[in-house]
């Protein structure tokens, strides 16, 4: 079955580095989507991304934050500086449609900013 | 703004039936999605009602009530392994996201 997968599955960086969160989307999806969520709490939306720019972001998705589709299969999530409270679960998802069909989810990324 | 309320917890036996509420204020309403996530996993998607109604698929039906901007997810025929928290999303404002609730956490019980 296909999936959506993510690297690293762990990720420990010092407060003020950038750090780069890889995803590879569901091959023949179009819609791909960053969420986070800290631990404990609800899925946070940050940024939908199609046909090769960002088709809209949260308030959450700053400066700091940017994404990028630099081939045909991969799409990363870059934080330029790092805060402690970056510190969450990142989601990669992609879907074939949007409107609310179904989206499938990466396994995550756990961020840690110490 | 957007909000949704669903309850925090809930606690039900093995091959009973349990219902998880969610009510939301928003804008532009698209539909109502549902996404399972056990603890250290990814949410998994359940099901979409985008029209009034009553959609079935397995053990777990959903619905959804537009005009009193409501919906439900129905879990039947309880198993242990359907511990996890269910989270209702809308699509709503931007067609591109989901805006999920706090999540409501299910334990079964022998």
């Known amino acids: 079955e296909p999936e959506v997968t993510q690297t690293p599955s762990h990720q420990v960086t010092q407060m003020g580095q950038e750090v780069i969160l890889r995803c590879v989307p569901i091959?023949?999806?179009?819609?791909f989507y960053w969420y986070r969520q800290i631990l404990g709490q609800k899925v946070e939306f940050l940024v939908s991304?199609?046909?090769?720019?960002?088709?809209?972001k949260s308030e959450i998705f700053d400066d700091q934050f940017s994404v990028e589709r630099p081939d045909g299969s991969n799409f990363t999530l870059k934080i330029r500086s790092t805060k402690l409270e970056d510190s969450a679960m990142y989601f990669c998802?992609?879907?074939?449609?949007?409107?609310?069909?179904?989206?499938?989810f990466g396994q995550g990324t756990r961020l840690t900013v110490v | 703004g957007q909000s949704l309320e669903q309850p925090s917890e809930v606690t039900a036996v093995e091959g009973a039936i349990v219902q998880i509420n969610c009510t939301y204020q928003?804008?532009?309403?698209?539909?109502l999605s549902w996404y399972q996530q056990h603890d250290g996993g990814a949410p998994t998607f359940l099901s979409y009602?985008?029209?009034?109604g009553l959609e079935e698929t397995g053990r777990f039906s959903s619905f959804l009530s537009r005009s009193d901007s409501y919906g439900y997810l129905l879990l039947q025929e309880l198993q242990m392994k359907d511990s996890a928290s269910y989270f209702c999303?809308?699509?709503?404002?931007?067609?591109?996201?989901?805006?999920f609730g706090a999540g409501t956490r299910l334990a079964v019980h022998p």
């Open positions: 998802a992609s879907s074939v449609n949007t409107g609310g069909t179904e989206a499938f």
């Open positions: 091959s023949n999806h179009l819609y």
């Open positions: 991304f199609y046909n090769n720019e960002i088709s809209e």
């Open positions: 928003t804008s532009g309403f698209y539909g």
């Open positions: 009602n985008a029209l009034d």
């Open positions: 999303a809308v699509t709503s404002g931007g067609y591109n996201k989901l805006i």
